[in-house]
């Protein structure tokens, strides 16, 4: 995820400061960064590929002493991690700059329409057209009067601050979804992404809303909100410390990963839903690609695998097209056969995870199209794959994989739908209902504050079975997996109807099991399965459709809302993230960088 800074002082050098911040929003995850600063009649810009050590180095080229400036950490989402792709960017006559987080979803059509005047642009990023809209509507001379028109054009969610030569002593800052907080000093005011870059200056703060325009001066803050009202934000005093800071407040990062997961699902929604219909395009794909493909050869590993068995079943179920998923470890040496009209899709976090890229080369090498459902823009999976789906995740930063993996499933669910559309199996009616997913999210996450005394008992335990049908069996693996690898707790995913046929006999008095319920239509067969091993003595902690309300005799219900069980995956992978998070907290494991594990595996 990017990050923002700014500072606008009646004197002093921004300089270091937006420096030190960008280093504290280091934790965010970026691959390129940049400064502007607002001199009188003209923008110094300096900006660099790579690691904030490399801007470092060009910094000394920079004007010193000068109070007003921005600064920014990129993590690609549009155009490659280059020196020209690195914000902050300016207009064409090098007097305005601007930094900004998120996405401008309608920036291909403001670009023409910029370029068609003759604007002349030198990235490849959606970011670019702003600072040439608000050459367009005269920022230069009346930067926020241009930012209020500008703000009328832009579509999506995002952040950004502008500044401009000539009124070098001021920031306009614009929150639309993406954070932004101002911190409030002695004669000098900063904006940043989160507090963590500005702690050590000062504590009081004021956090922007979604469609706060803030006007930052030395001296003053002025807020007016989406309809233009005058806001008197209320100054809050942070009492964290920089660490606590870096992660939203949170004790971990995979638990703010995990809380954060409702915000990331709208931003890997975005763009790729009109009128019911999935856009192709915004997934990667095309129609001509679409109607080509007679079969589907996932390759992923761990997680990302786990992801490929949901979307197996929502892709076969959906449209018809048969899908094989094999782990990438395995396939790449199985001497697998392709038939013609094989897509390969291969699905990663890291993008450079060497059994997923191998596997990707190897079909490719045969001849066959890869499409990659991956979240870091500029890997080697995003470069060498044919077609490119983002997940737009932002960076994960815990080992243990949460938020990407349920965006995977997101774009899974997009990919199965317009394969269906396009084999004239169109479900408006579940497109709709993605767009509802964020909020039943949130609410199922508000609904699981009591997970910790679950968690408590399962603690206890050092070996845990978890079983569910179809894509609850799917969503089993995926548990178990989450258990191991941050509470070293043994775990085993069964498909439930399988139990009986030996795993049975290890079920005693006490055994813990974890059982899913969504899928509707062996809700049934499922909870017998659940009754076999609770004649036997099991405690079960049991994810549950809610409309099985109490009827399942279970030890522990986390219910989800079930609004098709083919849209479930990702509510219900809420659940099985917390109890996993909270086993491995009761039992003082150190759940950001779980023993012998690596966030990007890049040997064999
Ligand atoms: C588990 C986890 C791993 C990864 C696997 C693949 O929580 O994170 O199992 O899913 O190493 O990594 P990517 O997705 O980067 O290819």
Redesign the pocket.
């Known amino acids: 995820m990017c990050g923002i800074v700014g500072f606008v002082g009646y004197e002093g050098d921004a300089l270091p400061f937006l420096l030190e911040g960008l280093k504290r929003l280091e934790y965010r995850g970026y691959d390129s960064a940049g400064i502007a600063l607002a001199q009188p009649g003209r923008i110094a810009v300096s900006k660099a590929q790579g690691k904030l050590a490399v801007l470092e180095q060009s910094l000394q080229s920079m004007p010193q002493g000068i109070p007003c400036g921005i600064g920014h950490t990129r993590w690609a989402t549009h155009g490659r991690p280059t020196d020209e792709n690195a914000h902050p960017h300016t207009d064409c006559q090098g007097v305005i700059a601007v930094a900004h987080n998120g996405i401008i979803e309608n920036f291909q059509e403001l670009r023409d329409e910029l370029e068609a005047s003759g604007h002349q642009f030198r990235s490849e990023t959606d970011t670019e057209v702003i600072p040439h809209l608000l050459e367009v509507y005269g920022g230069a001379d009346d930067l926020v009067a241009a930012v209020r028109q500008a703000e009328k054009r832009l579509k999506g969610a995002y952040a950004f601050l502008a500044i401009s030569a000539q009124k070098p002593d001021i920031i306009v800052a614009v929150r639309r979804s993406s954070p932004l907080v101002v911190g409030l000093g002695e004669g000098v005011n900063y904006v940043a992404s989160d507090v963590s870059a500005f702690l050590a200056h000062t504590r009081q703060a004021q956090v922007l809303e979604n469609g706060d325009l803030a006007v930052i001066s030395p001296g003053r803050i002025q807020v007016t909100d989406a309809h233009g009202h005058k806001r008197n934000p209320k100054t809050l005093t942070v009492d964290w410390d920089i660490r606590q800071a870096e992660r939203g407040g949170y004790e971990h990062f995979m638990l703010k990963e995990i809380m954060e997961q409702p915000d990331v699902w709208s931003d890997c929604l975005l763009s790729r839903i009109h009128e019911d219909k999935v856009v192709v395009g915004e997934m990667g794909l095309t129609a001509k690609l679409l109607e080509g493909i007679h079969r589907i050869q996932v390759v992923?590993?761990?997680?990302?695998y786990h992801a490929g068995l949901v979307g197996k079943a929502l892709i076969e179920r959906l449209a018809r097209v048969p899908v094989d998923v094999s782990v990438a470890s395995e396939f790449r040496y199985q001497e697998p056969v392709l038939d013609p009209g094989t897509l390969v899709m291969a699905?990663?976090?890291?993008?450079?995870?060497a059994d997923?890229l191998a596997s990707m080369h190897m079909a490719q090498d045969e001849g066959f199209p890869v499409y990659s459902i991956v979240n870091t823009v500029g890997s080697t999976l995003a470069r060498d794959s044919n077609y490119v789906g983002y997940t737009h995740a932002g960076p994960e930063i815990a080992?243990?994989?949460t938020k990407?993996y349920t965006t995977q499933l997101l774009v899974l669910t997009m990919v199965a739908l317009a394969l269906a559309e396009n084999r004239g199996r169109a479900r408006p009616d579940l497109v709709r209902s993605l767009l509802a997913l964020p909020k039943a999210g949130q609410k199922v996450l508000e609904d699981l504050e009591h997970i910790q005394e679950m968690a408590a008992r399962l603690a206890e335990h050092s070996d845990v079975f978890y079983i569910g049908r179809g894509i609850d069996y799917a969503l089993a693996m995926e548990g178990q997996?989450?258990i191991k690898?941050i509470a070293y707790i043994h775990a085993e995913a069964y498909a439930a109807g399988e139990m009986k046929h030996g795993t049975l006999a290890l079920i005693e008095e006490g055994t813990p099991v974890v059982a899913i319920v969504t899928e509707r239509a062996v809700a049934e067969k499922s909870i017998s399965n659940i009754l076999e091993v609770k004649a036997r003595g099991a405690e079960v902690w049991a994810i549950l459709d809610n409309k099985l309300g109490r009827r399942v005799p279970v030890d522990h219900v986390l219910p989800v809302p079930v609004p098709d069980p083919l849209l479930v995956p990702v509510l219900a992978a809420l659940p099985l993230q917390l109890l996993a998070y909270w086993t491995a907290v009761t039992r003082g494991q150190d759940v950001d960088q779980p023993r012998n594990l690596a966030k990007?595996?890049t040997v064999e």
């Open positions: 992923a590993a761990g997680t990302a699905i990663s976090q890291s993008g450079e995870t997923t080992v243990a994989s990407a997996l989450k690898e990007s595996v």
